[in-house]
Every structure is written in structure tokens, then in C-alpha cells.
């Protein structure tokens, strides 16, 4: 059970498709994770689940890998599991959360956006590199940079779940570089297909952290860590206060621009 | 039913001491407290040892109730005790927690107070104090039960 516990993820679930499943059931969405290299045992840490449902995961699993056999199931190494699945965020993983909403607002407008604005006509070209500004600057600039550079440095860096958190930034900047050549090119095709896989990656990454990671890092954080990241991430806030406002108002502007186009459009 | 009328905060109830969990006889448990003197009339909110500090302020009873309150609550922190259903002067006591806030610019602050509803007082007074304070900091109370658990920890809006 022990080997088992240090198998990662991806190759567990290409081995035995089952624990996939199980794992779907219990709320852990291991299986489109592009990357897998979690171990299973931090998978079931990291999820804080309840000692009865992570025992019955532990029963359900060893069943799959082992059938037949009777294997002794590991002890949860945490003091005590989570009564409850609601989250309850601390302040400064809480402002996190808030920048989330608003690039999940962005992220929900992209597949209409893409097919609104036309990469051929100045007009299009502009409003489509506003975006691509949106996400250099509020998303990446702002929002990822707060969690590169002072959050996770919190953490031990080899961590899987960094690695793969960390992996995501790096696909999403990819996926702007892939915006801006298509954008040169004058390739709606290109842009689509740039927009559609940043849109993909960012809404399973802002899930995984607001689901998994943040409600992980708030239980392994000091009460003194908490108020220095708050301190911290204050700094920030108000350095980029004015370009804050200005981005919330242009995700504001594009939800109206683009509810107006399809108002007309049904007309 | 008990068909005890009166406040729950002076509600008779006696521990059935046969089922109380051993002590750790022989094993001394060292003092965390840093400082003198402790009651928050008493204290300067601007005294050096609230400075930049994670603050801990604690309703009078709750120490007693929690056996490992030294190590779970006042290992690393600055404390200061008061009663919100006994005291005089809980202006001051605002007035102090907000000094904390704006002078002291302490890094965070956490109330710890007993299950009874008078308790919540003293999170009322810090929700107050961070309200009209300019500088925010992160506010986490936790409500400890009569025999010593933790029933409740929540941090407040900041």
C-alpha cells in the first residue's frame, strides 16, 4: 500500500482507469490534469476530506489495485480531518479568490469575444489586443506574479502541486505568445484557436486553486505567514491600484460591449 | 433539559471528573508569556512587545478551559486578556484594539473566546475596532467550548 501511496497520479489512473472514476466521485479531478506527477498520497492530504470518506477512498482504491486481497490501510499523518467542504479563505488568499472572479469573468466572454472581433479589421485588431493586454497585465503581471513571487515561495518549490500550478502559467503564457503571432498574421483562425486554449486552461487552473490549493495552503499557513502575505499583498494592491481599476472596468466594458452585440444580433 | 432560565455564561455545570482525560503528570509545560503586565486596561497598546507582533487577545476564562493554551495559542504572540461581560470601560478597550491596528501596526491579531454568547463581545469590540481603523490587518476568532475544544474558527472581514 505504501508504493502505492507514492505513485503519481497519471500513471495510477493509465494503470488502473477505475481509481480515476472513484476519484471523479469524491470530488478530486485528477483526470484531465494535464501534468499527474501528484502522488497519490499528497492528492488525499491535499484534499482534506473528512477521515471516513478518506478511508472509504483508501478501501475503494486498494480494492481496484488489489482485488482479493486484504490490505491494510494507512493511517490520514493529519491531526484531524475537515469536518466540513465548505471554504472558508483567510484575508489574503481571499484577495486571490476576488482577482480569480474577475479573470473567470474574462475567461467566460473569450469564446463569444473570438468570434466578435475580426483580426483583419483595425477595430478587431485593437479590442483583441486589449485582451491580450488583460491577460499580460492583470492576470499575469498582477494576479500570477503575486502567487509566483510571494505565495508559493511560502512552500517548498519541488512540491508537485507547485510544479504543476506553475506549469499552468507557463501554458497560458504560451497561449498568449501563440494570440500576439496570430494576431501579426492576421489569423482569425489563429486567435481562436490561441483564445479557446487559454480560456481552457485558465478556468481547470483557477478550480484547482480555488478548490485545492488555497484551502491546502490556508491550513498549512502560520497565523504570523497570513498576516505577512496579507502585508505583503497589500504592497502590491496599492502599487497597481489605478491599473486595477482600470482592467475591472474594461472586463465591465466588454461584458456590455459584447451583451449589446448579441442583443442586436437577436433583433 | 436543565430548565435553567438565567444567562448561559453562569450556568452551573459540573465535569464529570471520572471521564476527564489524564494530565501529563511530570511533564512540565513551559510558560509562553513574554511580557508584563497582560489585562488590556492595564496594557500600552504602543508597548514594544505589541510592535509589529501577532497578537493574541484573550477572553479571561479561556486559558483555563484549554489545557494546551500556552503552546496551541500563546506560543509566539503578544497577549492581552479582558472580560466583555465584567469589565468597565469597553470604549477603551476598543480605543486599545484599534491603537494595535494603527499604531502598533501589529501583523495579525486573533481573539480567542469561550462558547457563551456574552463572549462574543470581545469579537464585536475587534470587529469595531478594525472597522474604523485605517490600517487592516487580518482578524481570526476562535470560540473554545467549555471542556477546552475548538468549536469555531473564522477570520473577519478585514
Redesign the interface.
Known amino acids: 500500500m505504501e508504493k502505492l501511496l507514492q505513485t503519481p497520479i497519471k500513471e495510477l489512473i493509465g494503470r488502473f482507469p477505475a481509481v480515476g472514476e472513484i476519484l471523479d466521485e469524491v470530488g478530486i479531478g485528477c483526470v484531465p490534469c494535464s501534468v499527474g506527477t501528484c502522488l497519490l498520497a499528497d492528492i488525499v492530504e491535499i484534499h482534506n476530506l473528512p477521515s471516513e470518506e478518506e478511508r472509504d477512498l483508501m478501501a475503494r482504491i486498494a480494492a481496484v489495485v488489489f482485488p482479493g486481497e486484504v490490505v491494510k490501510l494507512p493511517e490520514s499523518k493529519r491531526a484531524h480531518s475537515a469536518g466540513t467542504r465548505e471554504i472558508?479563505?483567510?484575508?489574503?488568499i481571499?484577495g486571490l479568490v476576488e482577482e480569480h472572479k474577475v479573470i473567470k469573468r474574462f475567461v467566460a466572454l473569450l469564446p463569444e469575444f473570438a468570434r466578435e472581433f475580426d483580426v483583419r479589421t483595425g477595430e478587431g485588431r485593437e479590442l483583441i489586443l486589449a485582451g491580450a493586454d488583460f491577460i499580460r497585465s492583470f492576470a499575469d503581471r498582477y494576479h500570477h506574479a503575486k502567487e509566483e513571487e510571494i505565495l508559493f515561495t511560502r512552500f517548498e518549490e519541488k512540491l508537485d502541486i507547485l510544479q504543476v500550478m506553475q506549469d499552468d502559467h507557463r501554458r497560458a503564457r504560451a497561449c498568449v505568445k501563440e494570440l500576439l503571432e496570430a494576431v501579426e498574421r492576421r489569423d482569425p483562425e489563429g486567435v481562436e484557436r490561441s483564445l479557446s486554449g487559454y480560456a481552457a486552461i485558465l478556468a481547470e487552473h483557477i478550480k484547482k486553486e480555488d478548490e485545492i490549493l488555497y484551502p491546502w495552503m490556508d491550513r498549512n499557513l502560520s497565523?504570523?505567514q497570513?498576516?505577512?502575505l496579507?502585508?505583503r499583498f497589500?504592497e502590491v494592491d496599492d502599487a497597481f491600484r489605478e491599473e486595477r481599476n482600470k482592467y475591472g472596468e474594461f472586463v465591465d466594458n466588454l461584458e456590455k460591449t459584447l451583451l449589446a452585440r448579441s442583443r442586436e444580433a437577436i433583433r | 433539559m436543565t430548565g435553567f432560565q438565567g444567562c448561559p455564561g453562569s450556568r452551573m455545570v459540573e465535569f464529570n471528573k471520572e471521564n476527564l482525560p489524564e494530565g501529563t503528570e511530570g511533564a512540565r509545560v513551559a510558560s509562553q508569556l513574554r511580557q508584563w503586565p497582560i489585562q488590556l486596561h492595564l496594557v500600552s497598546p504602543t508597548a514594544p512587545y505589541y510592535q509589529g507582533a501577532?497578537v493574541l487577545l484573550a477572553a479571561d476564562c479561556a486559558p483555563f478551559a484549554m489545557g494546551n493554551f500556552h503552546n496551541d495559542f500563546l506560543k509566539?504572540?503578544a497577549l492581552a486578556i479582558a472580560c466583555p461581560k465584567l469589565d468597565a470601560g469597553q470604549d477603551v478597550y476598543r480605543e486599545k484594539i484599534k491603537a494595535w491596528f494603527d499604531e502598533a501596526k501589529i501583523?495579525?491579531l486573533?481573539v480567542l473566546v469561550m462558547q457563551v454568547p456574552c463572549c462574543r463581545g470581545l469579537v464585536g469590540l475587534a470587529a469595531q475596532a478594525l472597522a474604523e481603523s485605517e490600517r487592516?490587518?487580518?482578524v481570526?476568532y476562535v470560540v473554545a467550548g467549555l471542556s477546552g475544544e475548538v468549536l469555531q474558527e473564522?477570520?473577519l472581514e478585514?
Request: no cysteine; charged share 35%.
Open positions: 472558508r479563505y483567510s484575508p489574503p481571499k497565523t504570523h497570513i498576516g505577512e496579507f502585508a497589500r | 501577532d509566539g504572540k501583523n495579525t486573533t487592516k490587518i487580518p481570526r473564522e477570520w478585514a
